[in-house]
């Protein structure tokens, strides 16, 4: 099972490279990486296995953030009935809204391990095209919470942290313009 310590810190250069795109069949190494993401932020949002194993709550992973620089991710999002996950490997955003939204209480990343004050304004609603671990196109229409970890892990992605979409000037800037989640 990964643990924290299996996760960069922002300090790491690692995390700035852009990832490369991923070519078909997935190696076992890859599926391997894509489980270990997927339990890791299971079991990070199961309060009593968090607790018990030392993890940070999280949502969504791409593999840069564990040393592996190729276009994948996982997001895992609690429903009534367990947990739903979104595994997409070369994705991209192929539409947005026009409306932009922020999270009100500041986004958080597994790799940056301290609170960082300001709005990111991201798209209300994001279509996310890719392909399954089995090389199957998928188009995923997202919104609100699970557009943001769309975003975010695209970001990852291309070398981004979410901090960069701060304005450093002004760290509320624009609020008044976009919806807080």
Known sequence: ????????????????????????????????????????LVNSQIE??????????????????????????????EIEEGFESYIVINPKITSNSAEMIYVEDGEGCLSVNRDVEGIVPRYARVTVEGFDIDGNKIKIRAREEIAIAFQHELDHLNGILFYDRIDKKDPFKNKDLYRSI
């Open 1 to 40: 099972m990964l643990k924290m310590k299996d996760i960069l810190d922002e300090k790491d250069k690692t995390l700035r490279q852009i990832s490369e795109e991923v070519s078909f069949p997935l190696s076992k190494e890859d599926i391997d990486n894509i489980n270990l993401m997927e339990e890791y």
């Open 48 to 77: 009593e296995k968090a607790i018990k194993y030392d993890l940070r709550p999280g949502m969504g992973m791409s593999a840069i953030q564990i040393g592996v620089p190729k276009r994948y991710i996982v997001i895992v999002n």
